[in-house]
């Protein structure tokens, strides 16, 4: 195994290297943000005529009124898996080579979460109504219905965001702390206002390790809880393609395998821009690419077992949707996605790929591509072969107000993503220094 | 005549008379702790810039009532989602899907929600109130910036008559600075 850190990493070192990257920000910084934010202009247009002119410009026809909104709204969905499952699962499980990337990946899952929401209301059409989904009464006194998913699904998401949320801003505590500590000037007043007299004494840690652990204890039923209420957003209903009890895990280990996918994305420049190759180092790569090929070959399983329980259950509908799906007019969106998840993960088997980091990027890209096209085959593909009233289907295409709303998703997520970095520390400090050896007179620490 | 703020002995108490020293490492503060013990000072205030559990140990402290937070704020929760969820069926029934008007297993969801949901927001108060608001002394005891860098301290509340005494021990067990507040 390779060394998660070299001996040059110290307590101090730790401090300075990841202070110095809240520093003013370089050229290449601020490329990123100008593209992002130009990027969320386009959707911000497109999202404006949508609004002028309604939901027909999103190229909805019958039976296709579930589309590409949906799609992302379930592909941001899954992104933010993978954050809560390095911050809270491994940290139950205990495992050391999380501390330097949970918190990128953390951040990324609070800015997926809030990128994903602004989903249903762009597709509810009457955006001005929106607080519709909060459960209270309507004139006439009639509440929610609290047996249809999409309710589940909203509590779902608000509990995922908030308590994703109140996760980060806990963990970022004792690291503005460190950070007000070594600052200067108006940063220190900034950081000195975050930290909320953080100062590291013995009672703060007792009931701060405390209530991370039961946090984190939290978060872990939920993460798994969220993606599968979001698959019974599908599976409750009767559409071929839908209906099935394999959904829930199906799509916990897609979310998480497109979240891992993600976080290698997000790393490797951050890694690069922030000169972070000693705390983040190759060990942390192959570990997080262990994860993706592990996810990656059960999303394999799972498209093994659809296509097998539709040709064994032997019911006709079935059978046909998963034809359809395969040699349809959606064809090439379905071999997207079977090679992007199902085959490209196979190159993860080598340890040369899952070393190389130019190489792991490649294969995330490929893989966010992949996660994006199978929720597009599961909810826009199944929709288009409705077998109900095939006379009336009509043929369904996305259209410029669906890829420039998308586009302006992917600009919004890493605006946020780009000024959290350059604002917060990306690395956990604390954590880090958690795994390091303790400095010691008497003996070298065991650690 | 000059004004005197009645808040001001709330929001900026005086500060506590003691001494701090200053550890360069893990081993050190932990025998220091265990001198301190054996003198009898049990009220003083250790910082790290990490949780370690040789101090913990060291400490010998009482498990946070954090947890307390966290069970009754998810029992709360799942209360609440069983209430919202069967109140809102029954207040205006309505038979969907031939199912029956409160049927649980699809309020589990919601139930299951809001139990994370409230028992993880109860998490962050108890913490909050625990190491923030009810912390004895904040602010009132010596700090030094490096404890939240790569130095450990240790900070014993005491009488300047006794504070020479204090200093002495801490020395002894190996402190690289000691200063007096």
Same mark, same amino acid.
């Given at each position: ?72 709204? %379930?592909? #941001? ?19 050391? #080579? ?9 951040a990324? !899952?609070?800015?997926?979460?809030m ?16 607080? #519709? ?33 109140v ?18 000037? *108006? ?47 599908f ?9 099935? !009890? ?14 891992v ?51 064994f ?18 064809? *090439?969106a379905?071999? !997207?996605?079977?090679?992007c998840?199902g ?31 199978e ?36 600009? *919004?997520?890493?605006? *946020?993503?780009?000024?959290f %970095? ?13 795994v ?12 | ?61 009482p ?28 207040? #205006?029934?309505l ?25 993880a ?29 790569d ?27 000691i200063?007096?507040?």
């Amino acid at each position: 195994m390779a060394e998660p850190q070299s001996s040059r990493v110290s307590y101090d070192f730790v401090t300075r290297a990841i202070a110095r990257t809240l520093g003013t920000p370089g050229k290449g910084y601020f490329a990123l943000l100008a593209t992002a934010v130009a990027l969320l202009g386009v959707g911000i247009v497109c999202l404006l005529f949508l609004l002028r002119y309604g939901l027909g410009l999103a190229g909805y026809s019958h039976p296709v009124y579930w589309a590409v909104y949906i799609t992302c709204f %379930v592909f #941001w969905v899954g992104i933010a898996h993978s954050g809560t499952l390095i911050s809270a699962i491994l940290f139950l499980f205990r495992s050391g #080579w999380r501390t330097a990337v949970y918190r990128t990946a953390e951040a990324m !899952t609070v800015f997926a979460v809030m990128t994903a929401g602004l989903f249903p209301l762009i597709h509810i059409g009457r955006q001005w109504y929106f607080y #519709w989904l909060i459960p209270y009464p309507n004139e006439r006194g009639l509440w929610p219905n609290f047996k249809s998913p999409l309710i589940w699904d909203e509590f779902a998401i608000g509990t995922y965001f908030t308590v994703s949320t109140v996760f980060l801003i806990l963990g970022l505590i004792p690291d503005i702390a460190a950070v007000r500590d070594v600052a200067t000037g *108006w940063r220190k007043k900034l950081y000195a206002i975050c930290a909320i007299g953080w100062r590291g004494t013995n009672e703060q840690w007792r009931h701060f390790t405390r209530g991370y652990l039961y946090l984190a204890a939290l978060a872990t039923p939920l993460v798994l809880s969220v993606h599968s209420v979001v698959s019974w957003d599908f599976a409750m209903a009767l559409v071929p393609g839908w209906h099935a !009890t394999l959904f829930a895990p199906y799509f916990v280990a897609g979310a998480i395998y497109s979240g891992v996918a993600m976080v290698i994305t997000l790393l490797v420049p951050i890694r690069k821009l922030f000169h972070l190759e000693e705390l983040i180092t190759v060990h942390h790569f192959e570990n997080l690419a262990k994860l993706c090929l592990l996810t990656g070959l059960i999303v394999s399983m799972s498209y093994c077992t659809e296509n097998f329980v539709a040709w064994f259950g032997g019911n006709p509908h079935e059978r046909e949707a998963f034809w359809y799906r395969a040699f349809g007019p959606f064809w *090439w969106a379905s071999w !997207t996605m079977n090679i992007c998840n199902g085959l490209l993960p196979w190159l993860l088997w080598s340890k040369k790929v899952r070393t190389n980091i130019l190489g792991l990027f490649v294969v995330s890209i490929f893989v966010n591509v992949g996660m994006w096209f199978e929720r597009f085959v599961i909810i826009v593909v199944s929709l288009a072969g409705e077998p109900f009233e095939r006379f009336a289907n009509a043929t369904y295409n996305p259209t410029w107000a669906d890829w420039g709303i998308m586009a302006g998703s992917f600009g *919004w997520f890493f605006m *946020w993503f780009l000024l959290f %970095v350059k604002t917060f520390p990306a690395v956990s400090i604390s954590e880090v220094k958690e795994v390091l050896p303790a400095p010691q007179r008497g003996k070298v620490a065991a650690s | 005549m000059k004004l005197v703020n009645p808040l001001t002995a709330i929001f900026h108490p005086p500060p506590t008379p003691g001494v701090l020293a200053v550890f360069g490492h893990l081993d050190t503060t932990v025998d220091a702790i265990g001198r301190l013990h054996a003198a009898g000072h049990t009220d003083f205030t250790v910082y790290s810039p990490i949780p370690r559990h040789e101090i913990e140990d060291a400490l010998d402290q009482p498990v946070s009532p954090v947890r307390m937070f966290t069970l009754i704020g998810g029992i709360s929760g799942c209360a609440i989602g069983a209430w919202l969820t069967l109140y809102m069926s029954y207040d #205006w029934p309505l038979v969907l899907g031939g199912k029956p008007i409160g049927s649980v297993p699809p309020y589990v969801v919601i139930m299951f929600e809001m139990t994370i949901l409230f028992g993880a927001l109860s998490t962050i108060l108890g913490i909050l109130f625990n190491a923030l608001f009810a912390a004895r002394r904040l602010g009132t005891v010596a700090y030094d910036p490096r404890f939240t860098n790569d130095k450990f301290g240790i900070f014993v509340p005491s009488q300047p008559a006794r504070a020479g005494q204090v200093e002495s021990l801490l020395r002894g067990a190996g402190a690289e600075e000691i200063r007096r507040a």
